[in-house]
Structure formats: C-alpha cells, structure tokens
C-alpha cells in the first residue's frame, strides 16, 4: 500500500508541477482546506486501501469488496443526516438490504457466530467508513482544485504515512519482471486510473450517484475471484451478493424517477 499510494500519487502531482508548479502546491498552501485535505488524506483514502487489503488478506477479495460497497448504503444514511430528512421508502428497503446482506456474509444465517473472523468483518466495515468519508469530505476541495491534483496530494500524504508505520525500507518487495510489472499495473490502471476517474465522476454527479455506480466492482470481484482464483462460496454468499447489490440498484432507480 505505501508503494501504491506513494508512487501514484507522486506521478499525479508531477504532472502538474511540470505544468504549473504554483497550481500544483495550492491545495497544500490553502490554510482553509488543508484540514480537509488530511482528513481525506489519513481517514479517507489511506484508511480505505489499507482496511480493504487487510479485509482481503483475512477473508477473500469477494467478500471484502461487497462489504466495502455497503458504503452507498452508509453516505445515504449520513446524507438523510446532515439533511435532517427520514429516508424514503424505497431508501428505507435499500438500507435494510445492505445491513442484511453484509449480516448474512457475515453469519451466513447464524448470529450466534462468524463464517469470517471478527478482526476480518472489522476491517471490511472500516474500509466501507473510508469510501463514505472520501466521497463526503473532499467536496470544497475539488469544487477549487482539480480533482486529479487533490487525489494526488492525498495519496503522497496518505502513502507517506504509511511507508512510515510499515517501516517500508525494511520491506522486500517485487524482485523479478512480472513483479514488476504487476506493481506497475496496480499503481497505473487500479490506482491512478480508477481513482482518478470515481473522483471525477463523484464531482460530476455527486457521492451517491458515483458510488452506487462503482458499486459494479463487486460483481466483478466474486466473478473473478470464483473463476480465477478458486475462491470458493455457498449459496447464503451469494444471497448477501444479490442483497447489497439490489440495495445499489433500488437506490439508482428511485434517483432515476427523481
């Protein structure tokens, strides 16, 4: 993580410290939105990349991604909140839908236990609280900066933090070609790209659009880790699949009618 965070987020502000080095220092020489910038920075971005790989390495990416997208569920809570609303009907089923679903991959059906490990379901719901504080904090910020430029400061500090708590020069890391160009990828195409793209949308269309939209990743993740990586489910997992992302899909039709 401190190498993925690091390293994309050094590309992006490069970027524009070759095209404007007195935009590309602006977010961090704002006193009034630096505060919001750390705060997307630990809470949001770096908080969610690191509770989701620790989600993953204790459970499986399937399960960890699901869970993570109960966060549409979560930002519709928090916007009913600060809109001093009650959710609407349809609103109402979507929240249900998400608790039960992230309860049965949870349970599987008894809550007198866990199918994954506490520790595990702990880190996955952190991540969830990370995607719905990146998507809620950074609204100024975004509305004066380029998007790009603030997610890029944000993964420089966040990646920063990290290499120091991980101590990351003590670290072996990637040794051959392939290593190499897997970390290459995964610091171009699932960090820079999709970060950069969600971030653009969410400030085109707003925090619940964009992450209802992203929300197909879960898809993606349970396919991929069935096909691929063998990674085995019963049919309750599947049932919490189906819950939490019918909550997405009843969210973005009721948006749609409105």
Known sequence: MPYRLGLAGLAMVAYYLARSPRLALAPLKDRALLPQLLIYAFFGLM???YSYFCGVELSNAAVATVIQYSAPALILAVVCFLQRRAPKKVELIALIFAVL???LLATHGDLGSLVISAEALVWCLISALGVVIYS???TKLNQKYPVPLNLGWGMVIGGGALALYTRVWQLGG???ADGFAVLVAVVILGTICASSF???GLKIIGASRASMIACIEPVSAAAFAYFWLGTEFVFLDFAGFTLI???IFLLAKDRKKA
């Open 47 to 49: 908080m969610t990349q």
């Open 101 to 103: 679903g992230v309860v």
């Open 136 to 138: 809620l904090i950074p």
């Open 174 to 176: 990637v040794s051959d």
């Open 198 to 200: 969600y971030m653009t």
């Open 245 to 247: 992302i019918s909550c």
